[in-house]
């Protein structure tokens, strides 16, 4: 079996040995409850609010505008009802382009006549009309907005500072699905005037089952589901503290070691582009995600032309022992295929393969991924 070759970096990302390190104690000699008051609860009390601390440090927040959750779907489905139903939101402004973990709750409240719901348009490569939502906001002032910062799919990248400032200029609520942005880009919430921001551990090399919300202060927002009162009884349930710790120790790696990431991946990502482009003919890659200036760094969508050697290209890598994906893994298995490749028009006349990177991808897999991807192109699948 040749070695395997993981690039679907945006389902999700290795696990840290610096992170796994950091959680093992919390997994076995450290087993209290962080809501008991003897020495055992106290212990882990400290170690989720050192985590707080950190984490707010990196985003330029009080510890007490972040709030643990399970990861990137709940922050989300958080951020979408308790707004709709703290604040009485009857408008709500949002992509077709977003994760599911924000069109469902919100087709969800449309459909039961809970709200409004209105798209902000977007271009033929996905780049989001900032001009329409800014007419859509005059239309429907005292909206709750949400665009994610970075598409998990198509790698745009949306300029949510200045999205946020059109909503708070017109009495919105501003929210951004930042999974694929944070601990890859910095994001100081001072400048960024976001309500909220979504964040997901195991898309940046830290822990699965564990992320947060950033909730500004003086948002005050209603619980999503109640119980002992834990996290100032905005999410009731006993902490995940090993892997709330995982989280902030990840953000701290990502941080620290951001640039020399970020170059690194470019270059991995710049040579796959040039490889692609210079071997096999017809490819073009979805949305901006072929532009290193404008995109994710961390994703680039191919469409290859649809033909015998194409139709089944995702399995037959799999089974080459690469890992890549056709879009979001959490629509994978699904007959109705990607919903961003459709409203950006993709053809169906092309068969597309997200190839995503992280840290621990090297040179090497780039060029021995290509020699596998051309040797099954010459051949007609089966």
């Not at 796994?20 to 000699?29: F, G, I, K, P, Q």
Request: charge should be neutral; hydrophobic fraction near 35%.
């Amino acid at each position: 079996m040749p070695a395997h070759i993981y690039l679907d970096n945006t389902a999700s990302t290795p696990l840290d040995e610096q992170v796994r390190l950091a959680m093992l104690s919390y997994m076995d000699e450290f087993y209290g409850n962080p809501s008991s008051i003897h020495s055992h609860g106290r212990k882990l009390k400290v170690a989720v609010e050192n985590a707080r601390k950190s984490i707010a440090v990196w985003f330029n927040v009080s510890p007490s505008e972040i709030f643990f959750t399970s990861g990137g779907t709940e922050s989300d489905n958080i951020a979408v009802f308790s707004s709709i139903n703290s604040f009485d939101i009857k408008n709500v402004i949002t992509s077709p382009l977003e994760h599911y973990a924000i069109l469902k709750p919100l087709s969800y409240l449309s459909s039961k006549k809970k709200i409004n719901l209105h798209f902000v348009r977007h271009d033929g490569t996905g780049n989001i009309d900032l001009n329409h939502l800014e007419e859509l906001l005059k239309k429907f002032p005292r909206s709750f907005v949400s665009l994610m910062h970075a598409n998990n799919e198509i790698g745009n990248l949306t300029d949510i500072e200045t999205a946020a400032r059109m909503t708070k200029e017109n009495d919105g609520i501003f929210h951004s699905d930042t999974v694929q942005t944070v601990g890859h880009y910095r994001i100081d919430l001072q400048n960024i005037k976001a309500d909220m921001i979504s964040a997901s551990a195991h898309k940046f090399h830290g822990p699965k089952g564990v992320g947060f919300l950033y909730i500004r202060g003086g948002c005050q927002l209603e619980p999503l589901f109640y119980g002992g009162g834990q996290e100032r009884n905005m999410r009731g349930g006993t902490e995940n503290v090993s892997g709330i710790v995982g989280l902030a120790k990840a953000i701290e790696i990502g941080y620290k070691d951001i640039t020399l990431q970020k170059n690194h991946i470019l270059m991995l990502k710049k040579k796959l582009i040039e490889m692609l482009q210079n071997e096999i003919s017809s490819i073009n890659f979805n949305g901006l995600s072929g532009d290193l200036d404008k995109s994710l760094y961390t994703v680039l969508s191919v469409a290859f032309p649809r033909n015998e050697h194409t139709e089944m290209l995702l399995y037959n890598l799999d089974i080459n022992s690469i890992s890549v994906s056709g879009g979001s893994a959490c629509s994978s298995g699904s007959d109705a295929g990607s919903h961003v490749l459709k409203a950006i028009g993709t053809p169906t006349d092309r068969i597309s393969i997200r190839f995503s990177f992280s840290k621990l991808n090297t040179m090497e897999e780039i060029y021995l991924m290509m020699e596998r991807l051309k040797e099954i192109l010459k051949f007609k699948s089966t």
